[in-house]
Every structure is written in structure tokens, then in C-alpha cells.
């Protein structure tokens, strides 16, 4: 299946990714890298550089619509892990069509939909 979030990366230009601090606190082992984390409030932080507008994740490398990575794939916080590009029905996700639609990119091929599973990541494993 040709995946496409390898050439999106729309919802990394759009989205804040906010999550649970736990998640960025070495201390913790929590996985994201905390120095690409800012403070949202004392219970979440924020990926750098998706609380502004335009947003873009600190962690997008690539041009949109083109060809993207995510530098922190196998770290990533939560939100970035539960967002597919199509739902369980197979149909384009609302959420990935409308940061798709912010960037100037059609909607998905309902066609091609089928969830994403670990075996098909929306990343390339390796930046």
C-alpha cells in the first residue's frame, strides 16, 4: 500500500500536539525528547512550534504534500500515534482531510483506505 503520510505531512502543519508532560520527563521515560517540548499549562506540554500559526512540528522534516518524516517517529508523543489517515471504515479521517485542505492537498482516495497498522507506519522508521 502506498502510504500517504510519506508524502503529506499536513497534520504536523496544522494540529497542536499537545499531550500529558509524562510523556517528554526523562525521569519518567517518557519518550519524546523534552528540548523539542515547550510548556502548554502544568499538566501538558506542546511539540515546539505547533502552538503558533502557521504551525509546523519541530519534528517534520520535508516539504509538504512532497515528501515528509517525522525525525522522532519511534518517540513521538501520544497524539501523534492515534491520529490515521482513514477511519475504521475506510473512509478519509475528517481530521487528516481538514489539515489537508489547510495546505492546499484534495482529500484521500476513499479506495485506498484501510487503517494504518504497525506492519505500514505512517513514517519511515528511520530520519
Not at 473512509?91 to 476513499?110: F, I, M, N, S, Y
Request: aromatic fraction near 8%.
Amino acid at each position: 500500500m502506498d502510504n500517504p503520510c510519506l508524502r503529506c505531512g499536513a497534520c504536523c502543519a496544522y494540529y497542536r500536539v499537545s499531550f500529558y508532560w509524562s510523556e517528554a520527563d526523562p525521569f519518567l521515560a517518557g519518550p519524546v525528547p523534552l528540548d523539542l517540548t515547550e510548556p502548554l499549562n502544568p499538566y501538558r506540554s506542546v511539540m515546539r512550534g505547533t502552538t503558533t500559526h502557521p504551525a509546523r512540528c519541530v519534528a517534520l522534516d520535508g516539504c509538504i504534500g512532497n515528501q515528509v518524516s517525522c525525525t522522532i517517529y519511534d518517540r513521538r508523543p501520544s497524539p501523534c500515534r492515534e491520529l490515521e489517515p482513514w477511519d475504521a471504515e475506510g473512509q478519509p479521517d475528517e481530521k487528516c482531510t481538514r489539515a489537508r485542505a489547510a495546505h492546499g492537498l484534495p482529500p484521500l482516495d476513499p479506495g485506498e483506505g484501510k487503517p494504518i497498522s504497525p506492519q505500514h507506519p505512517p513514517w519511515p522508521l528511520t530520519a
